[in-house]
């Protein structure tokens, strides 16, 4: 009786010391991670990289903010459509991306550009007259805009990969992440009769030529 109850208490002893460090690991690994000094970022060597990162993460904030914006005209004008339910899938990709770059702007006190309002109000306007022509329309821009952030993006992850890409690991991997969900609206745009609409390539070219003037803009402003 002794025997089986002295049994007893040690396995209840072994699972408790087994609990505790399993909590005791969990705690250890938390507390890992709330010290750690940065998320994406890593604190810049000198004033020349402090610069580069700051017109980096200004940009892409700033292209994000312009695609909600494209996507919230495209809504207004299809979102009771049957595209709606495809736009607003897009949408809620490009919510996401746009509140990451928020949080890493904040993180690394890096002010957006001085450019938003406008971009506001030019990417409504971008959206709602695209989806005026239809679904094809709306699809032509996503076409044309996805295409330049995915250039922009592919741009900066050389760039990122020739200076050090152990360094800049945690960015490398979040511009990969959101240059493929770019890569697949514009996929989906093509897959939607994109270039179906009247002058599909004037129509992307003039809208590709303006997000180029926006990159450049927002890089320095």
């Not at 010391?17 to 060597?45: G, N």
């Not at 001085?114 to 695209?130: E, K, Y």
């Not at 329309?137 to 044309?144: E, F, P, S």
Request: proline residues 4%; negative net charge; charged residues 25%.
């Amino acid at each position: 009786m002794q025997a089986a109850a002295h049994r007893v208490f040690c396995h209840w002893s072994q699972s408790k010391s087994t609990a505790v460090t399993l909590q005791c690991l969990k705690c250890r690994v938390t507390l890992q991670q709330s010290s750690r000094a940065y998320s994406v970022i890593p604190p810049p060597r000198d004033s020349e990289e402090k610069e580069m990162m700051d017109r980096m993460l200004r940009v892409d904030h700033a292209g994000e903010y312009g695609a909600n914006r494209i996507y919230a005209g495209q809504m207004a004008v299809l979102g009771r459509s049957r595209t709606g339910p495809l736009i607003q899938e897009m949408w809620d990709q490009e919510k996401k991306h746009l509140e990451k770059f928020n949080e890493i702007l904040a993180e690394n006190r890096v002010r957006p550009t001085a450019l938003l309002p406008l971009w506001n109000v030019a990417g409504f306007v971008l959206g709602a007259s695209s989806a005026l022509l239809g679904k094809e329309g709306a699809m032509a821009c996503t076409v044309a805009v996805e295409e330049s952030i995915t250039e922009h993006y592919n741009n900066q992850i050389r760039t990122l990969m020739e200076k050090d890409p152990e360094r800049y690991t945690e960015l490398l991997q979040v511009i990969k992440e959101f240059r493929d969900d770019e890569m697949e609206h514009h996929d989906t745009g093509l897959e939607h009769d994109a270039e179906t609409v009247p002058g599909y390539w004037l129509l992307k070219n003039a809208i590709q030529l303006g997000c180029k003037v926006a990159i450049y803009v927002s890089q320095r402003i």
